[in-house]
């Protein structure tokens, strides 16, 4: 096991609730407008992660016990379905903080895709490190584009997940019916992970940090029976629906593959609702960003948080105890 997994399994141990437990707010500050301190108030706070095999469930349970060993606010994160849903339970008061992928929250405050409609009413703290979207098939599948995915058995992540957001508009931008020319399976990913491995699955959309541990599983168990293919033909097409979308490299290092492999990427944010009070925002984005190092000993994708970027979170409004925070 390497050192950044024993650190993560301690912060997990520490920092995770049970599955889909959430909890609303129990500050003394709960409403908006708080101090304009940048001092976190006491009480409790719940982290809203995603599937127990990524990246945001590891960094979730390394953030909360980060916030509850270094401020009054005692933190607990919770395994959710990520994106989406981590949105949509957020607004309902269900967590006080959630990670997102930037082009989920960007549908989220313009009341696009699967908030149509119904503009939420939240607030980046920061911008974070970046997901890599990760398409891994098996190799006799036929699959060498997105294109050939069609009649195929694919896992296109969570329901109500940011994978699944990404997958479908992949899809999309190759001319194909996530509903009707693929067979979609809407899996999480340690359901993925066994499907690729019992031969029930041809591949699998997954949008995460590197590494990603359930990936790094696959890759590991099947070895030559597993590769994965350059999306980034369909990269113009995704910038059309949302310019958060960029291109980025799986070096071949990350998961032992033969070369490296071209792909899209989006930044993730952390959310919170427009009421969270100021000095929490303001701590909480100061600790971030002061302690990188101890979040990155939970997992080698915080190395990819930066200060000078934190703020880059456009079309979802900054908070502005983090604006504090940041020197904004």
Same mark, same amino acid.
């Given at each position: 096991?390497?050192?950044?997994?024993?650190?993560?399994?301690?912060?997990?141990?520490v920092?995770l609730v049970?599955?889909?437990?959430?909890g609303?707010r129990?500050?003394?500050?709960?409403?908006g407008?708080?101090?304009?301190?940048?001092?976190?108030?006491?009480?409790r706070i719940?982290?809203?992660?995603g599937?127990?095999g990524?990246?945001?469930?590891v960094?979730g349970?390394g953030?909360a +016990?980060l916030i509850?060993?270094n401020?009054?606010?005692k933190a607990?994160a919770?395994?959710?379905?990520a994106?989406?849903?981590?949105?949509q339970?957020?607004?309902?008061?269900?967590?006080d903080m959630a990670?997102?992928?930037?082009d989920t929250?960007?549908?989220?405050?313009?009341?696009?895709?699967?908030?149509?409609?119904?503009?939420? +009413?939240?607030?980046a703290?920061?911008?974070?490190?970046?997901?890599?979207t990760?398409?891994?098939?098996r190799?006799?599948?036929?699959i060498e584009?997105i294109?050939d995915?069609?009649?195929k058995?694919?896992?296109?992540?969570s329901p109500?997940?940011?994978?699944e957001?990404?997958?479908?508009?992949?899809?999309q931008?190759?001319?194909?019916d996530?509903?009707?020319?693929?067979?979609?399976?809407?899996?999480?990913?340690?359901?993925?992970?066994?499907g690729?491995?019992d031969?029930?699955?041809?591949?699998?959309?997954?949008?995460?940090g590197l590494?990603?541990?359930q990936?790094?599983?696959i890759?590991?168990?099947?070895?030559?029976e597993v590769?994965?293919?350059d999306i980034?033909?369909?990269?113009?097409a995704?910038?059309?629906?949302?310019?958060?979308?960029?291109?980025?490299?799986?070096?071949?290092?990350?998961?032992?593959?033969?070369?490296?492999?071209p792909t899209?990427?989006?930044?993730?944010?952390?959310l919170?609702?427009d009421d969270?009070?100021?000095?929490?925002?303001?701590?909480?984005?100061?600790?971030?960003h002061?302690?990188?190092?101890?979040?990155?000993?939970v997992?080698?994708?915080?190395?990819?948080?930066?200060r000078?970027?934190?703020?880059r979170?456009?079309?979802?409004?900054?908070?502005p105890?983090?604006?504090?925070?940041l020197?904004?």
């Amino acid at each position: 096991m390497r050192n950044w997994q024993k650190v993560a399994a301690a912060a997990l141990a520490v920092g995770l609730v049970a599955t889909g437990c959430g909890g609303k707010r129990t500050t003394s500050e709960a409403g908006g407008g708080g101090s304009a301190a940048c001092e976190a108030s006491d009480g409790r706070i719940t982290i809203a992660t995603g599937n127990s095999g990524g990246v945001y469930y590891v960094m979730g349970g390394g953030l909360a +016990k980060l916030i509850s060993d270094n401020t009054k606010l005692k933190a607990t994160a919770a395994e959710t379905g990520a994106s989406v849903q981590n949105i949509q339970q957020l607004v309902a008061g269900d967590y006080d903080m959630a990670f997102s992928l930037a082009d989920t929250a960007a549908d989220a405050v313009a009341g696009k895709g699967a908030f149509d409609g119904k503009p939420q +009413k939240v607030k980046a703290l920061t911008r974070l490190y970046p997901n890599y979207t990760q398409v891994l098939v098996r190799t006799g599948s036929g699959i060498e584009s997105i294109r050939d995915m069609k009649g195929k058995r694919i896992s296109t992540g969570s329901p109500k997940s940011g994978t699944e957001v990404i997958a479908h508009r992949l899809l999309q931008a190759a001319g194909l019916d996530p509903e009707k020319d693929v067979q979609a399976q809407r899996l999480d990913l340690a359901k993925t992970a066994d499907g690729m491995k019992d031969g029930s699955l041809d591949g699998l959309v997954w949008s995460g940090g590197l590494p990603t541990a359930q990936i790094t599983d696959i890759t590991t168990s099947l070895k030559g029976e597993v590769k994965f293919i350059d999306i980034t033909p369909q990269l113009g097409a995704l910038k059309e629906v949302n310019p958060v979308y960029d291109q980025g490299t799986i070096l071949a290092a990350t998961y032992g593959q033969p070369a490296d492999t071209p792909t899209v990427v989006v930044p993730n944010v952390l959310l919170v609702r427009d009421d969270f009070p100021e000095g929490d925002a303001c701590a909480v984005t100061k600790l971030i960003h002061d302690k990188k190092a101890d979040l990155e000993r939970v997992h080698p994708a915080a190395r990819d948080i930066l200060r000078e970027q934190a703020d880059r979170t456009d079309p979802v409004p900054v908070h502005p105890g983090s604006e504090d925070a940041l020197g904004g």
